[in-house]
């Protein structure tokens, strides 16, 4: 009779269940910035084709865009490669 209820007390003690306590998690915010807005122009200034000339000489431009801050992306194929290039309105190289 001892070992009836012995055995009932462990199996009722191992199916029951504990509170687990989840440690809170640290949340930081993070900011993105704002991706740049560029929009189409037809042309662009004479330094910034000096300077496209001059830094790849034979390239073709294909498109070009201007952004609030007047800095000009520019779209352009030197042989049969295609590359993006930033440049600002006195022709002056971005690193972007």
Same mark, same amino acid.
Request: charged residues 20%; aromatic residues 6%.
């Given at each position: 009779?001892?070992? !009836?209820?012995? @055995? *009932? #007390?462990?199996? !009722? =003690? @191992?199916? @029951? +269940?504990? *509170?687990? +306590? $989840?440690?809170?998690?640290? &949340?930081?915010?993070? @900011? ?6 560029? $929009?189409?122009? %037809? &042309? $662009?200034?004479?330094? $910034?084709? *000096?300077?496209?000339? +001059?830094?790849?000489? =034979? #390239?073709?431009?294909?498109? *070009?865009?201007?952004? %609030? ?5 520019? %779209?352009? +194929?030197?042989?049969?490669?295609? #590359?993006?290039?930033? #440049?600002?309105? %006195? ?6």
């Amino acid at each position: 009779m001892k070992k !009836l209820i012995l @055995s *009932a #007390a462990l199996i !009722l =003690g @191992s199916l @029951s +269940t504990y *509170a687990v +306590t $989840v440690p809170l998690q640290n &949340t930081q915010n993070q @900011s993105v910035p704002v991706q740049e807005r560029y $929009v189409e122009v %037809e &042309t $662009v200034p004479d330094a $910034v084709k *000096a300077a496209l000339e +001059t830094a790849h000489p =034979g #390239a073709i431009l294909g498109k *070009a865009y201007i952004n %609030e801050k007047k800095e000009y992306k520019l %779209e352009i +194929t030197v042989g049969d490669q295609k #590359a993006t290039v930033y #440049a600002d309105a %006195e022709g002056n190289w971005i690193n972007k």
